[in-house]
């Protein structure tokens, strides 16, 4: 099917760029983009940043650098290539990748941050992006959307976080136009803004396992997600706030999350995952655990 792609020059029928692609979030990731977080700074923003500022945090960057390092190396122990951003002295969120832009199977999609130091970051990535030769192949400038909105939890079912303030229906509809149109399965939740993004109480494991912060996510959207098939594991609220939920699946077997989610910890490993824990205290005190700070550029099926 046609599918109707814009590139940056506007025209309809961009070439298509196959080479960063992903189908599920946990298919075999092998590329990734992230950011030092060598301009990292608490902008009060979300709750989580705000509770950090009102209890006096300082964020250090030596030790963000030296955390973000360790996740590097964590990535490339497990054979993911990481590609850098180039960082930013204006850019302070910019370390949490996840949100500007999204693989898609059918290409990168740029997206459209709500916040306006973040909707900064777009072009900044685009720009980075096209260096490494991966254009992305569509712009969503209609309504509002950020990555961790978006969960494409395997191939044929997409989730959309819509808390009207980062994500919005308008921007949720244009980014799911090529998915309906390919027959996919669309679930969207709609929550409230203090709970900022759908990847801080929502995550999959593998295919048919998430964890999920059961005790905020409504029933609904829990009876929705089980009648396709996802088991839950859950996860409290306090260790979804400290960013516990917000784990990267590497190939539906090993996950990278935040150290110091004991509980979380011990469920991923009943359950037969391999829990990798990293300290990443400085991000989640900016309201971003390990999921935000990576965005997938390539993943293989099977
Ligand atoms: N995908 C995520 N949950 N990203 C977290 C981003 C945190 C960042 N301080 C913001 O408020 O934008």
Same mark, same amino acid.
């Given at each position: ?8 020059? !506007? =025209? ?5 760029? &196959?080479?960063?692609?992903?189908? @599920?979030? #946990?298919?075999?990731? $092998? +590329? ?114 950020? !990555? =961790? ?5 395997? &191939?044929?079912?997409?989730?959309? @976080?819509? #808390?009207?303030?980062? $994500? +919005? ?134």
């Amino acid at each position: 099917m046609k599918l109707d792609w814009h590139g940056e020059d !506007g =025209g309809a029928g961009a070439t298509i760029i &196959r080479d960063f692609f992903v189908e @599920g979030e #946990s298919d075999r990731l $092998t +590329d990734v983009l992230l950011c030092a977080p060598s301009h990292l700074e608490p902008v009060p923003c979300c709750s989580v940043t705000r509770e950090s500022l009102r209890k006096g945090l300082a964020v250090s960057v030596d030790k963000a650098e030296r955390q973000h390092r360790a996740l590097r190396g964590a990535l490339a122990d497990h054979q993911v290539r990481c590609h850098l951003l180039p960082t930013h002295a204006d850019l302070p969120d910019l370390c949490f990748t996840r949100d500007t832009g999204v693989a898609t199977p059918w290409g990168l999609v740029a997206l459209n941050p709500a916040m306006p130091h973040r909707a900064r970051e777009a072009d900044h990535v685009a720009q980075a992006l096209s260096r490494l030769g991966a254009r992305p192949v569509r712009r969503i400038c209609e309504g509002r959307i950020e !990555g =961790g909105d978006i969960c494409l939890a395997r &191939r044929g079912l997409l989730i959309l @976080g819509i #808390s009207g303030e980062r $994500t +919005d229906e308008a921007g949720a509809h244009a980014f799911a136009e090529p998915f309906a149109a390919n027959g996919w399965d669309i679930l969207r939740y709609a929550f409230d803004p203090h709970f900022l993004h759908l990847d801080t109480q929502f995550c999959m494991l593998d295919a048919h396992h998430a964890l999920a912060c059961v005790d905020v996510l409504d029933d609904a959207f829990l009876a929705a997600v089980e009648a396709r098939g996802i088991t839950l594991l859950p996860v409290s609220y306090k260790e979804a706030r400290g960013l516990g939920c917000n784990i990267l699946s590497i190939d539906g077997r090993t996950i990278l999350m935040g150290a110091g989610h004991d509980d979380v910890a011990a469920r991923i490993s009943a359950a037969g995952f391999q829990g990798v824990a990293l300290d990443v205290s400085q991000f989640a005190a900016c309201g971003g655990g390990i999921h935000c700070m990576t965005m997938p550029l390539r993943r293989t099926a099977g």
